[in-house]
């Protein structure tokens, strides 16, 4: 890769890798913030996609497995002059990281979340994620996946998440808008993205995803949630991509009293104010 | 001797056992007496019951005693349980049909209810205690106008009187001259309990974000970074579960937040991956571990000492870290600030390791002894940020001390890499043999560091004897005074209380214990973790230890009475 942000990183991934779209569609998107790399970080837990930020030369905060959204809604209360983002698979968010997904939509730091969506745990050899469909047979689940998969738009739709959307790693340049339009909204945004895995994933290929997915039509009324839903929903037949819902409300670091102001690391702290507190506690003569 | 009164006030849940006990030391503290608050001190188990002790003394009071002068039963069916502790001389309330001394008939609920409320019985009770005590009732003023809004203030006010009033007709002139406390100039201490003083030096040493998920002990230090953290900007976060906590604390320091989290030991299981994430991104991080008895849930509001080995070794991987472990509150208070200043310092997860006894604790401070220490900053800014030719800055950078100088995101220039992997010295991940090596020699070079910082125990009695008693945290003061009264009795006894127990001072301790004839330690525990420690760490002989799990703190006179078996 070339512009702004590149590295010499050297990142393990399959040629053919959705990655590799999912990357330039997220340096595109950071070169139209405008930003400067050391305003940008980006976080993510491990697997391939959690590589990523290695490629991207901005600050980097590479976690845990499924632990990079509470790291990031942390630096971006401690710096909310950051622009923050996570990206990352499925598995990650998803699966070992799902209480953190569920509780970060609802907590509502205004962060960017990018899902690097397979189906499929691609560093430990072929293994379902959490998004898997039933059937799917894996190096664990020779007779085919029981559960059902994680719908994660509906998900992000029932806890109230402001902005919601899907993009497709074969797209960069659409996915790119996407990643922009989240970056800019104010509060948590998902943007979920069909990656194909050219190696583990023989069902959802580019040919396949070819034919199912469709772009939401220009006139797509975005602050319908319960149409928005009803797209989060379809996947048998067709696969809606773009923004399937969007609406703004306040963000964490607007409704906590403490977080406006110098970042958190910078903030003194007064002699004075601590004796005060300890004053409060001093015993008042009888 | 000076005075010594120890009160035991004992009830069912919602009975306002804490109220008695949280109003009678802010009337003795305000009558210019000291005091020591803790939770159930009797030996024997007993069930979901609450009891606290409040002991009064004219000098400092540490430590609680078992026998009880005053007994205040909120619930009577408690009284065969805990009427046989009430001394010689001393006197029980109780609203009973009928008794006979040491137990008194008051009758708290009619009187509540004059009052104009069937639940002040407790506040009634206190009245009595007050009046046998010889404390003027308006010392309750303040605290009821602190604590209480609108005509409930009155309320308070009046049973308070009412239980005062019946104390003077009903309680024996001997026994009130018995109690009465003489008048005293008044020195205005600080009331603290553990939990505070710790989340107080915290706030001190430059806490400025901080988040948990509640679970008792720990729970407290939280309520004071949350309610009193904003007056210094401090943002604290309730996460939706440990593993979010302490991630999001690494988050926050990463981004140049001085960070804690406080947790008991069943959530510093969940905590322990982060932990080892601390470790190898060197992100500082105070974590709180105040115990209490486990396996699992165990006994979630008692006290133990059991998760010492658990924190010395919790994390995958091999990395260094602080583990300093208060003795009182006002250690938490001094500890917990160094503990913000030394986790900067070094780039470390640094760990406070309390119990529920410590936690709960409540006494009276002189302020000159809360020192508030001035703050240092460690993280490089601006032009101080050391870059390579090519103008990066290396967040690992190699060092002779292990130090990288760490710098944070938004410095115009550079970018801040850290990674759970192993990573070369700009943060980047690698699988290079010869690139761990040297990171695994860095970080480890860190702990060296450490070592030559050791916050050194405290060591009190003879320079040599027959006896040493070892103990680490909460145990300090217990200690020190069952060597006062081993000392009365001519015993050449010493103490030695460890603040820190990682890096170990091992040299200090293996000065010492070859000084004695024996060295037993003290341990709120089963097994000796301790001793299983200072035998690892120093080579030197521990003849045993005095161990006790049955969820309840150590007592001065039991503790002695187990010494003396031993030697």
Known sequence: ?286 | MGIDINIRVTGGAGQGVHTVSNLIMRMVAGAGYRFHVTQDYVSRIRGGRNAQGIRIGSEPVRAGREEADVLLALNPDLLPDYLPDVGEGGFALADVPSADPPLFRAPLKEMAVQAGSPILANVAGTGAIACALGIPLETADAVFASDFKGDFVEKNRAALRLGADWAKENLPEKIRERFRLPPRSHSRPIILSGNEALALGAIAGGCKFAAGYPMTPGTGILSVLANEGPSVGLVFEQAEDEIAALTMAIGASYTGARTIVATSGGGFALMVEALSLAGMMETPVVIVVAMRPGPATGMPTRTEQGDLEFVLSAGHGEFPRLVLTPGSPEEAFELAQRAMDLAEEFQVPVFLLTDQYLADTVVDIDPENLVVRPLRRHIVRGDSIPRTQQGKYLRHAYTESGISPMAVPGEPGITVVVDSDEHTEDGHLSEDHATRIRMVEKRLRKGVTLAGKTIPPLFTGPPNGDLVLIGFGSTKEVIEETRRILAREGRNVATVHLRQVWPFPAEEIAGIVPRFGAALTVENNARGQLARVIRSECGVRIDGTVSRYDGLPFTPAALARDVRRRI
């Open chain 1, 1 to 286: 890769m070339t512009g702004k942000y590149e590295t010499d990183f050297e990142n393990a991934w399959c040629p053919g890798c959705g990655n590799f779209g999912i990357l330039n569609a997220v340096t595109m998107a950071l070169e139209a913030t405008g930003r400067e790399k050391h305003e940008i970080v980006l976080v993510s837990g491990i697997g391939q996609a959690a590589k990523l930020p290695h490629s991207v030369d901005v600050n980097v905060f590479n976690g845990l497995h499924g632990r990079a959204l509470p790291a990031a809604a942390a630096i971006k209360m401690a710096n909310p002059g950051l622009t923050v983002i996570v990206t990352s698979g499925d598995g990650d968010i998803y699966g070992e990281g799902g209480n953190h997904f569920l509780h970060n939509i609802r907590r509502n730091v205004d962060i960017a979340l990018f899902v690097h969506d397979n189906q499929v745990y691609g560093l430990t050899k072929g293994q379902p994620s959490p998004t898997a469909n039933a059937g799917w047979t894996g190096s664990l689940q020779r007779a085919g996946v029981i559960s059902g998969p994680f719908p994660p738009l509906a998900v992000a739709l029932a806890l109230g998440c402001g902005f919601v959307a899907r993009g497709y790693a074969a797209d960069p340049a659409f996915t790119s808008d996407l990643m922009l339009q989240a970056i800019r909204f104010p509060g948590f945004a998902l943007v979920d993205i069909l990656q194909p895995c050219v190696t583990f994933n023989r069902k959802n290929t580019y040919q396949w995803y070819g034919k199912m997915v469709h772009k939401l039509p220009p006139d797509h009324d975005v602050t319908d949630r319960g149409k928005a839903m009803t797209l989060a929903l379809e996947w048998e037949e067709r696969i809606p991509l773009g923004v399937l819902y969007r609406k703004e409300k306040p963000t964490f670091e607007q409704l906590h009293p403490q977080v406006p102001g110098l970042p958190l690391g910078e903030r003194e702290t007064p002699e004075e104010a601590v004796r005060a507190l300890l004053r409060r506690r001093q015993a008042v003569p009888g």
